[in-house]
């Protein structure tokens, strides 16, 4: 945030007058939010916040509430703008984290393809040690508190399958057409290697017991019921050798980014956790930060720039990186200092997202605006026709997303995600506000709001007033006493 000099605020003061000055600097108590012209009143963010299903009445649901209200208005606003929010320039810099991942992992296969290939032998000594095993299976599933009919249709299934593969019906294509396990159906039923005792009991104790080549009968879990198979080593040593590469490339990845580490004297700034901690605290001034948390030979990591990545990592990491102690930010700053140094290192030996990466990368990208477009009702030719004025496609764009709210409130509709990279772009451009003093007043008048409703809804009902029936004699007044006889 900019210091103001002691002389320029005197200055200020006498220029303006102290109430003058005072109105200049107090945030307005009745508004919450403002973006691009349009305006979050208090007693609206109230009304939302005790309408929308399931929103509890705390300060932090209150700020994620007006952050939605701000990424959909400077969303809406740019759209009415007559903005192409999915041309290559704005997905470019909305897609950077995916580029960057896809860079990184074209590096990373660039030193693993300079690796002496795994020879066959390597898989076999792996399935002849037996420290983990493939396991194929068929589920057919069943709920824990299944009713005896629906286990006993289940069981018939299984034995109806297990007949099947006894008779000769190959496991893999069996696999793929009945199990009822959607991780592995696709895969013709093989789990990924993994040691004795990796899975429920007892399916991991008949998985164990099986020879090469060998298969079990009908077993029940807590999942329903499996038909296992141990596929001999001929059937898996692609599968094996794939293992090994993942974990061999683990372990260069790891190894690799530490000698980055070393070599490029990396180092985290004295002051990077309070750095860090104020970003996550007030993110839209972060973004804009040149502060260096951590530095290195020939560069440096800004909060700026940890912070795209925290937003790059979704909504939640944000919230769970600022409850997390000191050592793991430090661990956090080390990460991204030591990914950057690899993607400068990727750049300079000409690492590129190939065309077709890119032009998948942007189609999904681009499939996101259009249905974020859809579900906040901005998709309609009053929010693009040119011959309408700015400020009358600006109105009609904010009326819309009026109207989004009011199905939010009433469950007529659901919130959409805005892609986090677009909202980042979108906010970094600047045009909006968020005033914590109008968060506070909304939050309390919600919580007023509530404790009304709930008063109202505990009042004992009062029975109606008898109605007279036409034509019938009035009824006398009782001259008994209450209580009386």
Not at 213 to 218: I, L, N, R, T
């Amino acid at each position: 945030m900019r210091r103001w000099s002691t002389g320029i605020l005197a200055a200020l003061v006498m220029l303006t007058g102290c109430q003058a000055f005072r109105e200049m600097f107090t945030a307005r108590p009745e508004v919450a939010a403002e973006a691009k012209g349009q305006v979050l009143r208090v007693e609206r963010l109230a009304q939302l916040m005790t309408s929308i299903k399931g929103v509890p009445l705390t300060r932090e649901a209150t700020g994620f509430i007006a952050n939605m209200w701000v990424d959909y208005t400077l969303f809406a606003q740019a759209v009415a703008a007559g903005r192409n929010l999915a041309d290559s320039a704005t997905a470019a810099q909305a897609l950077w984290p995916d580029l960057a991942e896809a860079r990184g992992e074209h590096w990373h296969d660039t030193l693993i393809a300079h690796r002496d290939a795994l020879k066959p032998q390597v898989a076999d000594s792996l399935y002849k040690a037996d420290s983990l095993r493939i396991i194929q299976h068929i589920l057919v599933r069943l709920a824990p508190n299944a009713e005896p009919p629906v286990r006993d249709a289940a069981r018939r299934k299984a034995d109806r399958l297990y007949a099947q593969l006894k008779a000769g019906a190959n496991f893999a294509e069996l696999a793929k057409k009945e199990s009822d396990d959607p991780g592995t159906k696709l895969e013709g039923g093989y789990l990924p290697p993994a040691p004795r005792g990796k899975w429920v009991t007892a399916f991991d104790s008949a998985a164990w017991t099986l020879a090469p080549g060998a298969m079990s009968p009908v077993i029940q879990s807590p999942f329903g019921f499996h038909i296992i198979r141990r596929p001999p080593v001929d059937e898996v040593r692609d599968r094996l050798l794939a293992f090994v590469r993942r974990q061999i490339g683990v372990k260069i990845d790891s190894v690799y980014l530490d000698s980055l580490a070393t070599r490029h004297h990396l180092q985290i700034a004295g002051g990077a956790v309070s750095a860090m901690r104020k970003a996550l605290a007030d993110r839209d001034q972060a973004h804009q930060s040149t502060e260096a948390i951590v530095t290195y030979d020939g560069g440096n990591v800004t909060v700026a720039y940890f912070m795209r990545w925290v937003s790059a990592l979704g909504p939640t990491f944000g919230p769970q990186l600022a409850g997390s102690p000191d050592s793991s930010l430090r661990r956090f700053a080390r990460i991204v200092g030591q990914n950057k140094i690899l993607l400068e290192q990727a750049d300079s030996a000409g690492i590129r997202v190939s065309k077709d990466e890119w032009t998948a990368l942007q189609q999904r990208y681009a499939a996101q605006v259009d249905s974020l477009r859809e579900s906040l009702g901005i998709s309609g030719s009053e929010i693009s026709d040119p011959a309408a004025s700015a400020a009358d496609r600006a109105k009609v764009a904010g009326l819309k997303l009026e109207t989004f709210w009011d199905g939010l409130a009433a469950s007529r509709s659901r919130p959409r995600p805005i892609p986090d990279q677009l909202a980042t772009v979108l906010r970094e451009e600047g045009g909006f506000s968020i005033n914590q003093a109008g968060l506070d007043r909304a939050l309390e008048l919600a919580r007023a709001l509530k404790a009304k409703a709930d008063s109202a809804e505990a009042a004992p009902k009062r029975m109606p007033a008898e109605t007279p029936t036409p034509g019938a004699a009035p009824t006398a007044p009782s001259t008994v006493a209450p209580g009386g006889k």
